[in-house]
């Protein structure tokens, strides 16, 4: 008869380092949304949060790298993004208050 232990098991860390990749290529995507972009920064800190922990834990492969960077890049574009946004609309309402369309 075979035991089963309520163990976990696999290397320690390597989900939180499939949960980082997933959570960066994400942030990756929010680029794209404009306004949402700051959803993409949040998703991508918690990536960078979970890609360091897994790399604490023990697991050393590839998959906590490319998470933590994919987060990393996705939390640098989205906050451009998002900043360019914020910047395009504030001058579109000076230049529509500047002709006295509002």
């Known amino acids: 008869m075979e035991q089963y232990s309520n163990q976990p098991s696999g290397t320690p860390g390597k989900g ?3 949960a980082s990749l997933v959570l ?3 942030s990756l995507v929010f680029v794209f949304t404009g306004g949402l972009a700051l959803v ?3 998703v ?4 960078i949060i979970l890609a360091a922990v897994g790399k604490s834990k ?3 492969g590839g998959m906590a ?3 933590l960077v994919m987060s990393i890049i996705g939390v640098a ?3 451009i993004t998002f900043l360019a946004c914020v910047a395009c609309v504030g001058s ?3 230049l529509g208050e500047a002709a006295g369309l509002l």
């Open 16 to 18: 939180l380092a499939v």
């Open 77 to 79: 574009f989205t906050l």
């Open 58 to 60: 023990g697991y050393s």
């Open 65 to 67: 790298t490319a998470g």
């Open 92 to 94: 579109l309402g000076a």
């Open 40 to 42: 993409g920064t949040i």
């Open 24 to 26: 960066g290529i994400l």
């Open 44 to 47: 991508g800190i918690i990536g």
